[in-house]
């Protein structure tokens, strides 16, 4: 483009952003009377809704102030630093109306018409009513003005140019509130708008591609999360994390404490737990279990037998049952029953026998603790192996559980355990 | 009559069974103790936090609650920097850290053998005279005016120096130097480290190694002796 011409939309996008902003100041100073000192109704309500939106688990940097963004998220087209979102006036949203974050997390757009990169969930957010989005602004109206400035995105070219947006936007992204499905209960509905829309549940649980869009055929399938190197397994596939044949208790358990009688929440989903899931109310938790148990699919054929020539898989699988006697049976017992909810059961755990054996390996090698929540303070942990166990050794421990006690996964290679062993830890 | 006597029956059958029945749920749960919740620690840490056969994993056991409280806290918010531990540690809240912390400082497994080492003697005494009696010129105490003179930290914040490896002590030394470990301000450690050359560093870790272990190797009680400037580590 020719300079003077960029410089001459440059200077008008600049004075028409600066009358914007002023006009903004002004409503949103009367904003901000309406709502008063002390803590109302909307404002606890915003602050609950801000946590099912999980706000703070981007927002917030590590040792970093409430909500002052500055957290730094890696993607594949380079690093992305969140914003301030606080009432600060210069540097977070402080001149905002409820207006602009409105339509900000409805229409992934600034309120200066400049697009925002789809790592803000807004493709999820979309669904969020007008009235939870006022109550979010409310609440975050209220909390200390934080002054830091925003740090630059560090892009990779061709990514760094804002414009790319448009044609994710026109593949994968469709604006609109929650509608209700007439034909399902209050409860379920209210399941869905939780799970689609503040949750954006669909934004790891759903295979994104090479573009890091999502189709909405392909929503909730399950996907290898970007960048953290975890399996975040199908919701609608009963191989995979689909709770089809999990009791409405054992979900609720999972999602408000971390731990149930079928399995634990480790990695990114103890980071969902920890700073959102816990803190929603039973009603709502149950909700979101109804509507996550009804979304499962009936079990699709068996997955394509493992690579590995039979030998060489029955050879690991007799390595495979020495390691675990030996490491793994003491928590887990000798069939696999774990003494759940603490100590998982491994037996007939979807999450061991699914597909992917990203996450078995990984929990083999770098263990790991669920959160601690409201429900379970204090959680037991898995010790890491990685420095107990050779490659070799953990592929056969992690073929072993995947095959034993009638668990259908396949055999892994030593291979494939030791490509994990680089994966980034957090 | 016979209620009085009936009722004191009923509540002890009452208690037998509900003792029944917690015995037999504790066969299918996990034990409800912090030993068993703090396995994880333990691949690398020892069983009782004595170490391990790897050098560059510190023991746990019997360091000050508060110095271990400190590390964790450090490592789950990213302060202090070891992929591995943030990772473990990241959703845990404080007071489950502070139970953690409580429960290594209770531990007395004995302290290891000194080990055998391969420094010089003009290196061993170059450490020694640093341990012991630092080097004013260049403003550097001794590590004993603040570790303790018997080098087995004070109470809450300071640390003990003694069972661990070389290895270990000049890793942390390096990274207190290079600003890769830091500690709340004001960072006294930071400022000991920074004047300290990587000779000081080999010396100080190879003469520390070599220390036999005292009679009590129980950190000293809050308070035993002042400290020669002001630790963030240790508030007053």
């Known amino acids: 483009m020719d300079l003077r011409l960029s410089l001459a939309a440059l200077l008008l996008f600049v004075s028409v952003t600066t009358q914007h902003a002023q006009a903004q100041e002004k409503a949103s100073e009367k904003a901000s009377e309406k709502a008063g000192a002390s803590r109302s109704e909307i404002v606890v309500r915003g602050e609950y809704l801000a946590r099912a939106g999980d706000c703070i688990a981007c927002h917030t940097a590590p040792e970093g102030r409430l909500f ?287 597909q992917s054996a990203v996450n078995p390996i990984r929990m083999v090698l770098n263990g790991g603790y669920p959160p601690g929540t409201k429900g379970n303070p204090m959680p037991y942990g898995m010790p890491p192996f990685a420095g107990l166990l050779s490659d070799n050794e953990v592929a056969a421990v992690v073929s072993y559980i995947r095959t034993a006690w009638g668990n259908r996964g396949t055999p892994v290679s030593g291979r494939e355990a030791n490509e994990l062993r680089s994966a980034p830890l957090n | 009559m016979l209620a009085r006597y009936w009722v004191p029956a009923a509540v002890a059958a009452l208690h037998l069974t509900a003792s029944n029945v917690a015995a037999a749920q504790d066969l299918n749960q996990a034990p409800d103790t912090m030993a068993a919740r703090v396995e994880a620690c333990t691949p690398c840490h020892g069983n009782k936090g004595e170490g391990t056969n790897d050098v560059y994993f510190p023991r746990l056991a019997g360091k000050p609650s508060g110095y271990l409280y400190n590390q964790l806290l450090a490592f789950r918010n990213g302060r202090r920097k070891y992929p591995p531990m943030n990772y473990l540690l990241e959703f845990l809240p404080d007071p489950y850290l502070q139970a953690m912390a409580d429960y290594f400082a209770e531990q007395r497994p004995p302290l290891p053998p000194p080990g055998a080492t391969d420094a010089s003697q003009q290196t061993l005494q170059h450490g020694q005279s640093l341990v012991t009696r630092g080097d004013p010129v260049r403003q550097i105490p001794a590590c004993g005016s603040c570790h303790g003179p018997a080098l087995t930290g004070m109470e809450p914040g300071i640390p003990g120096l003694l069972g661990l490896r070389p290895n270990y002590i000049s890793a942390q030394l390096g990274g207190w130097r290079y600003g890769t470990r830091t500690a709340k301000s004001p960072d006294c450690m930071q400022m000991v480290a920074a004047r300290l050359t990587e000779e000081d560093v080999t010396a100080v870790a190879a003469y520390l190694a070599t220390r036999p272990a005292p009679v009590n190797s129980a950190p000293a009680p809050k308070g035993t002796y002042v400290l020669p400037f002001a630790c963030g580590s240790e508030p007053d």
């Not at chain 1, 975050?140 to 760094?160: E, T």
């Not at chain 1, 049952?321 to 007939?348: F, I, M």
Request: negative net charge.
């Open chain 1, 68 to 354: 002052a963004g500055g957290r730094a998220m890696p993607t594949p087209f380079g690093t992305l630093y969140t914003s301030n979102i606080t009432p600060d006036r210069e540097t977070g949203i402080g001149k905002w109306t409820a207006e602009d974050f409105y339509k900000t997390m409805h229409n992934g757009r600034f309120p200066d018409g400049g697009l925002i990169y789809p790592a803000m969930p807004f493709a999820s957010y979309t669904k969020v009513t007008r009235a939870d989005s006022d109550a979010i602004f409310a609440y975050l109206r209220s909390i200390p003005p934080v002054s830091q400035k925003n740090r630059p995105h560090d892009l990779r070219f061709p990514y760094d140019n804002r414009q790319l947006i448009l044609g994710w936007r026109t593949l994968f992204f469709t604006e609109g509130e929650y509608k209700p499905n007439p034909d399902k209960s209050v409860e379920w509905n209210r399941g869905a708008y939780l799970v689609e829309g503040l949750g954006h549940c669909g934004m790891c649980h759903s295979p994104i591609n090479a573009l890091g869009g999502t189709s909405q055929s392909d929503a909730f399938k399950g996907g290898l999360i970007p960048m953290q190197n975890w399996y975040a397994p199908s919701l609608t596939s009963n191989r995979e994390a689909g709770l089809g044949d999990w009791s409405i208790k054992d979900i609720t358990d999972l999602l408000q404490t971390g731990v149930s009688m079928r399995g634990v929440v480790y990695g990114p989903m103890a980071e969902v737990v920890h700073n959102s899931l816990q803190y929603l109310s039973d009603e709502d938790t149950k909700a979101m279990a109804v509507y996550l148990k009804s979304i499962s699919e009936p079990t699709p054929p068996p997955p394509p037998s493992s690579t590995l020539p039979t030998t060489e898989g029955s050879l690991l699988i007799s390595l495979g049952k020495t390691v675990y006697d030996a490491r793994c049976a003491s928590c887990h017992g000798a069939q696999g029953e774990g003494k759940p909810p603490h100590w998982p059961p491994l037996a007939n755990n979807q999450s061991i026998e699914m």
